[in-house]
């Protein structure tokens, strides 16, 4: 069983407040004189699902092409972690962390709306993403646009996750996965010089 956990790309998709909006064309048209269809698109890379690589929170960080694609493919675990508060903190998933692989998909918002911005989203503390670092994790994936929030000018999520050579998934669509072990495939497009790379990120039983 395969379970599309993407978000799809399309006019008027949710953005991050004042980061580029997605936007399409076409370039050709089927016609009498054309016999081809060819669109063109222009979007933040930071669109929909996306991997954040080093070189978004890192001046001297590593673009998506020169990152290793192992940490992209193999076992996972999605953790429901929807809360009152504003960030998932360690106590609230360390009793699911028992015996789990080393990439973590944690749903934070109470609904999939790629269509609506998530003002005042559930993002995650720096020490959830320590004590994941300690459990071996290589990637923390959440359904939420930014595992900092939204006003954050800090980054100490994204940060901490330097620190420990973390990869991040963001904007992933948990809400019609029920919790448990998966193998994930989410792997990022080759961009040499940008700062995070779209995905198409899917489960697998």
Known sequence: ???????????????????????????????????????????????????????????????????PLAPYLGPCRVIDARGPGPLCQPEEIVSALEGAPPRILLRLLAADTPGRWPAGFRALSPATITLLAARGVMLVGID?????????????????????????????????????????IALPLKFANLDAA????VLRR
């Open 1 to 67: 069983m395969i379970i599309d956990i993407s978000q799809p790309l399309a006019p008027g998709m949710a953005v991050f407040p004042g980061d580029a909006a997605y936007a399409e064309d076409w370039t050709f048209r089927i016609g009498p004189k054309c016999p081809v269809n060819v669109g063109r698109v222009s979007l933040s890379v930071h669109c929909g699902t996306h991997a954040d690589a080093p070189l978004h929170y890192d001046p001297d960080g590593a673009s998506p092409a020169a990152l």
């Open 144 to 184: 939420a646009p930014s595992v900092d929030p939204e006003t954050s000018k800090a980054l100490e999520s994204h940060q901490a996750c330097r620190r420990a050579d973390m990869r991040i998934l963001e904007n992933l669509m948990l809400g019609h996965v029920e919790p448990g072990d998966y193998e994930l």
């Open 198 to 201: 779209p995905v198409r990120a």
